[in-house]
Structure formats: structure tokens, C-alpha cells
């Protein structure tokens, strides 16, 4: 398991990303070889915590991915939760509202989708897009806009004092990694399914959307609901880090097996 103290944004942190090096493998001995051997050890443990997680049904996680399009929150989802029981995991995908949706403020379709107990719930972008895409292109006004981290810290801490822990994961790559991606999804036959030509338009707009993320982490990474910068060039260690934060914040929710029935000793089943 990495240390992953260093990748987490402590409240009131003025977020520079150009001072996270997207390319950092420094918390893990050894190369992609071992990596991927130590992920198949980290994917067991998160799968046995699952497992308590959802004997207990005391207490849900939330898990937060964003990144920038190519960022990799697919296949961080894939590799990461490999194992786990599907019973107790869902994913949450936020694309473009609806009308109906729209009609909405933006949280309402966001707040029915958090864990109910025992339950692990990833959101696969999240009310971050309000912020982040809603910002950069001008989808609503900044009085709007920059009102919403008041919105999104207590939305989150009303969460968190419910008994649904909060952890937010941005995936950090650089800007010539996404580059390689796309250039790679037009390579490749079989990723050309992934290739959207509005996707070079967004890259058009990469250090607005990098201004709009480092504001998003400055003013909502908060001690209950905290943001870590995950290194995510090289996907083999970013799912190393990924999965060592769901281990060490799983631990500390400590979830436990239900305490048997009493008399369980005497019972013989015949
Ligand atoms: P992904 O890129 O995550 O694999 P999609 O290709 O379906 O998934 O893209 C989802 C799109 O929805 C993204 O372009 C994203 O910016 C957009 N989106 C998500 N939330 C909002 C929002 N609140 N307002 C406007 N656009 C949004």
C-alpha cells in the first residue's frame, strides 16, 4: 500500500496543479511489472472491506472521480473495484441534464443518486461538472457558478454528518499525455469508438479547465470530505494510489460483521 498523505489536499490548500507532477511513481518501490502484481493484493483487501461494508449497512462511501476527458476514470473504475461483490458497488454517470433535470437546481439529481448503507457508490464526474464544465463554457454567469462551493462544502457536510463518508479523486495527467491518448484513440481501430472530435475543442481549453479544477480543489477540500490529486499518467501506479486511498479511508470507517444472533453454539443444522 502507497502512502497517500502526500496526494491529499489539506483544507484551505491553495491548489497549484502545475506543482503535482502527473508523472510521480515515487510511493512505490518497483516498476509496472510489480505494480500490477501489488494491485491484485490491493484489489483483495478493498473487496474484503466491501464485504464488511455491506454486512454491516450502517454507513455508505461515496467516491468522487473527475479529470480532464482521457483522464482515465473508466478504467480507474474497472481496475480498482475488480473483485468486489457487484451487489453492493454502483456507479453513477453524469452526462449533459436533461430538461427535467435542468429544470432542477443542480443538486437534485446528484443528491438521489448518494449510497444508502452498506453501499459503495462511485460518481463518474459528479456536481463538480457545475463548476468545472458550467465555468469554462460560460454555461451559466460566475455569480451563479462561484456561489455553488458554499453549496457543494455544505451539501457535503450534511452528507458526511448523515453517516456517508465523502472522498473526491481528480485525476491528474499532463497536458502532452492527453495528447498521446487521443492520438492513440485515432491510431487504434478498436479506440476509435472513444474518439469525439468535441474532445479537441476541450483541449483547446485546457488551462481554463485547469484555472476552473484548481478552484474546485482549493474551496471544497474540507477534513470531512477531502480531495487528493492522484498522479495518473502512468495508469498502472494511479490505480496503486487509488486504491490505496479507498484502503485507508475504508479502515477508518471500520466496518464490522454484525454481531451473531445469540445461542448460535447450540444450534445443529440436521
Ligand atoms: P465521459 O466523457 O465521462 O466518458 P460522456 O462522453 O457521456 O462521458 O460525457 C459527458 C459530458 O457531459 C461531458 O462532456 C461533461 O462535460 C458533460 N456534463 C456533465 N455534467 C454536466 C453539467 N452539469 N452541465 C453541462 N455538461 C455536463
Redesign the pocket.
Known amino acids: 500500500m502507497i502512502d497517500v498523505s502526500e496526494y491529499r489536499i489539506p483544507a484551505g490548500t491553495k491548489v497549484v496543479l502545475a506543482d503535482h507532477d502527473a508523472d510521480d511513481k515515487t510511493g512505490f518501490e518497483g516498476g509496472k511489472k510489480k505494480g500490477k502484481k501489488a494491485l491484485s493484493r490491493l484489489n483483495k483487501q478493498i473487496a474484503e472491506l466491501q464485504r464488511r461494508l455491506w454486512a454491516e449497512s450502517r454507513q455508505g462511501l461515496l467516491v468522487v472521480i473527475q479529470a480532464i476527458?482521457t483522464g482515465g476514470?473508466?478504467s480507474t473504475i474497472r481496475k480498482v473495484f475488480t473483485g468486489v461483490n457487484p451487489q453492493g458497488v454502483r456507479v453513477a454517470?453524469?452526462?449533459?441534464?436533461s430538461e427535467i433535470e435542468l429544470s432542477h437546481d443542480?443538486l437534485w439529481r446528484v443528491h438521489k443518486e448518494t449510497p444508502p448503507d452498506g453501499y459503495i457508490k462511485i460518481f463518474?464526474?459528479s456536481h463538480y461538472?457545475?463548476v468545472l464544465?458550467?465555468r469554462v463554457k460560460r454555461?451559466a454567469p460566475e455569480e451563479t457558478w462561484s456561489r455553488r462551493y458554499q453549496h457543494i462544502r455544505e451539501f457535503e457536510r450534511m452528507l458526511a454528518d448523515e453517516g456517508t463518508t465523502v472522498l473526491k479523486l481528480f485525476l491528474n495527467i499532463s497536458k502532452d499525455e492527453q495528447r498521446q491518448r487521443l492520438q492513440d484513440r485515432l491510431n487504434e481501430p478498436d479506440k476509435h469508438w472513444k474518439f469525439?472530435k468535441a474532445d479537441l475543442a476541450d483541449r483547446e481549453l485546457w488551462d481554463h479547465y485547469q484555472r476552473a479544477f484548481e478552484d474546485a480543489l482549493s474551496e471544497t477540500s474540507t477534513d470531512y470530505a477531502p480531495w487528493y490529486v492522484v498522479p495518473a499518467n502512468r495508469k498502472w501506479y494511479r490505480n496503486l494510489v487509488v486504491s490505496s486511498i479507498l484502503i485507508e479511508t475504508m479502515e477508518k470507517m471500520d466496518p464490522q460483521y454484525p454481531k451473531p444472533e445469540e445461542g448460535l453454539d447450540d444450534v445443529v443444522v440436521t
Open positions: 476527458d476514470k473508466d454517470s453524469f452526462g449533459v441534464p443542480y463518474n464526474r461538472e457545475d464544465v458550467v454555461l469525439n
